[in-house]
């Protein structure tokens, strides 16, 4: 597997690389729930709705008042997730929701009301969710595996980071504490 992005500190090689099997983060516990239907795919969480209309009522009920975003999918030589929506109509169109009900936020928060400004946080963090998905059916998933040149020993690896950056990041931490460790050479 050829690395996507390789860089040298000190006598380390970090090589980041795809992450050729990642972790559905659908799987993770989070706090949202996606709603989808596709004739092609398998998207979301598993649900008991029948059809679309059936979530849209459930949904959209106005005594319940749930916090729900609108899923939208793009599929044109692979796909793409968001909440806004792509400009795109022959290849783009809305393929569920993401919610959370009112209740659930109340026990995950120890709150008795759901004030607006919360409505605004969780909304954030159910973004945040769409965010890590897409990067999952997108391919933006990596790992890193650093190397001694020295030596050519494998010193560290570790897979399953959502963004090139964030990977690069944690490899970097590592090997400067790897060089913060290195006993001190004497003459």
Aim: charged share 30%; with cysteine.
């Amino acid at each position: 597997m050829k690395p996507v992005e390789t860089k040298t500190i000190g006598k380390y090689l970090i090589e980041i690389l795809n992450d050729e099997d990642p972790e559905n983060p659908r799987d993770w516990d989070n706090l949202g729930t996606m709603v989808c239907f596709h004739r092609r795919y398998n998207l979301g969480d598993k649900h008991n709705f029948d059809d679309p209309s059936e979530a849209r009522d459930f949904l959209k009920n106005k005594k319940a008042r749930h916090i729900v975003l609108p899923l939208y999918l793009y599929d044109h030589s692979g796909i793409t997730m968001n909440t806004t929506g792509f400009g795109c109509p022959w290849d783009s169109g809305q393929v569920g929701w993401i919610y959370i009900t009112r209740e659930k936020v109340r026990q995950e928060y120890g709150c008795k009301r759901v004030s607006k400004k919360m409505v605004e946080k969780i909304s954030g963090y159910l973004r945040n969710e769409v965010k890590t998905y897409d990067q999952y059916l997108t391919g933006d998933v990596y790992g890193f595996r650093i190397t001694d040149e020295e030596t050519e020993e494998e010193m560290d690896s570790c897979w399953g980071f959502f963004g090139e950056k964030y990977c690069m990041e944690e490899a970097e931490s590592i090997v400067n504490h790897l060089i913060e460790n290195e006993p001190v050479k004497t003459v």
